[in-house]
């Protein structure tokens, strides 16, 4: 049997029959020629009017956030945009253009990051010219959408280039061009010719959308709910269209099959990523948005209750003072409906939205946290006392000033990192033992989507390898399943300790057992790695790494690492190893490993990295093995 065929057999057993056969279906239809006959490169003529209201009420918000939002879109109107929540860079609405349909384009070019290319054309840019003409009426901000959706519709006609190639991206963007036609109304230059022109460019973009649904189906992700969702709001918007019907009832209906399936009863979500789950709260909040504008009927309960308990998820792992959360999983940056003067990484505005939708009361009582609840016409519930929920899969002890959350996952759909028995720690908002984030996806090596590794996550590994099996960029097989088998609370109702182990290392006679436990001040983290079985063991090589803040180091008597820090310090101290080394930005700072090119580093946000300091732990010989790591915050 060969290696692809023994890949194949993995994939179909853990993916599934349906994905793949999806799967299939898509590139038969691409390979013979239907989809570039069902998506043709033609405008659409008089689709008629919106069947929404103009958005006539903006929300009311304090003079800094309109300040900081004018700052942000005069950057826009000098063609400058903030991608990914990271520093100007050129707005460029060519980018991707080509005269070829998007079927025979290749996919995802490694010579460039197609990311780069597509995230421009979300429209992101767009809703903060928006806020700026709602906040100060100023017909500019308005008059600078509309020539730049004119720049942008006119260089990618319909289908043509690779603004087309996802339907997720092309989902994207029609819901966000939907959400500016409606509060932009008002403006001098929202004429109907313009608006006109948006119309039929929605109805591009669903026609778009709906043959290669199948596609989305095989991936059963975040994919899959922003086209349904697409679909249902090219539907509700455009109900003149021949087509709106359809639109609106696949949506509804995919929208819902893809949440009951996605989310789990506890609230996690199927792509196992913190950034990714918020995506998916942002486009359900829209489309309950559109849902309850036009009076559409009520979410089934069963899809409401895991709306609820994703809402309860994500709130669970989101830091009260600072709304930032640990870097969990696949973090591409995507923030679809930016409507907010907090940062892209506060998490609360969209976690106050989502608990007014689905738990329907509030949780931030601090006003610059509600004006996306307030665009998307979330009235504040009657104030409520809030405890802070726990996340089952990334288990959460919080002492004082401290929170420590650790990683214990049972996968049901492919996972998007090997990261099982990861440790975040946070101290005082503060990310001391931090997830490495993701970086780039589509580059050649070694970016090529590496930082996805159990090598620069804050966990073990056996002899080099892997928790799981890597058969693609994104793809793992072979998936390593945790569980919490052991924990104990105070009388205060917080844990004190958590015990968890997985079976990624089974294969090689090892399970790897981790005792997260919280002490004063601190935290003490004791990995044991013991027999899975009674089979002829062999010696074993264990890394124990961790990821800290690039922040001023020293070593003591050889296991002690200190990092200062602008406010306080860190003292870790290592037992139970035989080495101890040092990396920082793929160079090796202390010991003799040989750093690869991808370790030492943190990525906040996509296509961002920035040194860190990555402490490998090393010890060899028979099982079991006990390392035990403490954590002691100073000053």
Aim: charged share 20%; net charge neutral; proline share 5%.
């Amino acid at each position: 049997m060969t290696k692809i065929n023994y890949k194949l057999i993995k994939a179909l057993r853990q993916l599934g029959f349906t994905k793949l056969w999806c799967f299939a279906r898509y590139q038969v239809g691409l390979r013979s020629g239907h989809y570039r006959r069902a998506t043709p490169s033609r405008r659409e003529g008089d689709v008629g009017i919106p069947g929404l209201a103009p958005l006539e009420h903006f929300p009311q918000v304090s003079q800094e956030e309109i300040n900081s939002t004018l700052i942000v879109a005069d950057e826009i109107c000098r063609g400058r945009v903030r991608l990914f929540g990271g520093e100007p860079v050129p707005l460029i609405l060519e980018a991707g253009a080509s005269g070829e349909h998007w079927t025979v384009l290749e996919r995802t070019p490694l010579k460039e990051d197609i990311k780069l290319i597509w995230e421009p054309a979300r429209f992101g840019w767009g809703i903060t010219l928006v806020r700026a003409f709602a906040f100060s009426d100023d017909p500019n901000y308005a008059q600078a959408f509309w020539d730049k959706m004119h720049a942008f519709l006119n260089a990618h006609p319909p289908n043509t280039g690779r603004q087309w190639q996802s339907a997720q991206e092309v989902a994207m963007r029609l819901m966000t061009l939907v959400f500016c036609d409606r509060a932009l109304t008002k403006a001098p230059s929202s004429t109907r010719e313009n608006r006109q022109a948006l119309w039929s460019a929605v109805a591009e973009h669903a026609s778009r959308i709906l043959p290669t649904l199948v596609y989305a189906r095989a991936q059963n992700n975040n994919h899959l709910l922003a086209e349904a969702a697409g679909l249902f709001t090219a539907g509700i918007y455009l109900p003149a269209h021949a087509q709106a019907g359809k639109w609106r009832q696949l949506g509804w209906e995919w929208l819902n099959r893809g949440l009951q399936q996605q989310i789990t009863e506890f609230g996690s979500y199927v792509q196992h990523s913190t950034n990714y789950h918020r995506l998916m709260l942002q486009i359900v909040l829209f489309a309950d948005h559109l849902r309850r504008a036009t009076g559409h009927i009520d979410w089934p309960k069963a899809t409401f209750e895991r709306l609820a308990a994703a809402t309860r998820w994500l709130w669970a792992l989101t830091d009260p003072e600072t709304g930032w959360v640990p870097n969990l999983g696949a973090n591409d940056g995507a923030y679809l409906f930016p409507l907010t003067a907090a940062p892209q990484e506060d998490f609360r505005p969209v976690v106050e939205a989502a608990a007014r939708a689905f738990l329907g009361s509030g949780i931030y009582h601090q006003p610059e946290l509600h004006e996306m609840s307030d665009w998307f016409d979330l009235a504040l519930p009657a104030a409520t006392e809030q405890i802070q929920p726990q996340a089952i899969d990334m288990v959460r002890i919080a002492s004082g000033q401290g929170r420590a959350f650790l990683r214990a996952a049972r996968f049901t759909d492919r996972p998007s990192h090997a990261d099982q028995l990861h440790v975040d720690l946070w101290w005082r908002g503060v990310n001391i033992a931090r997830d490495p984030g993701t970086f780039h996806y589509n580059t050649p090596a070694p970016w090529d989507n590496a930082l996805q590794s159990s090598k620069v996550h804050n966990t073990i590994t056996i002899d080099g390898q892997e928790q799981m099996t890597l058969a693609g960029r994104f793809l793992w097989l072979d998936w390593a399943q945790a569980d919490v088998s052991g924990y104990e609370a105070g009388e205060d109702h917080r844990l004190k300790w958590v015990l968890a182990e997985h079976d990624g290392y089974r294969r090689l006679g090892a399970i790897h057992q981790r005792k997260l436990s919280r002490i004063e001040d601190g935290w003490l983290v004791v990995d044991n790695i013991l027999k899975s079985s009674d089979l002829e063991q062999q010696p074993h090589t264990v890394n124990l790494t961790w990821l800290l803040p690039d922040w001023d180091w020293t070593f003591e008597s050889g296991e002690i690492l200190r990092v200062k820090g602008p406010e306080f310090s860190v003292r870790l101290q290592i037992t139970g190893v035989d080495q101890v080394n040092l990396v920082r930005g793929g160079e090796t700072l202390v010991g003799t490993i040989a750093a690869q090119p991808s370790w030492g580093w943190y990525s906040p946000t996509y296509a961002e990295k920035t040194p860190a300091l990555l402490l490998i732990a090393v010890r060899s010989g028979w099982l079991p093995m006990r390392l035990t790591s403490t954590w002691q915050m100073m000053g």
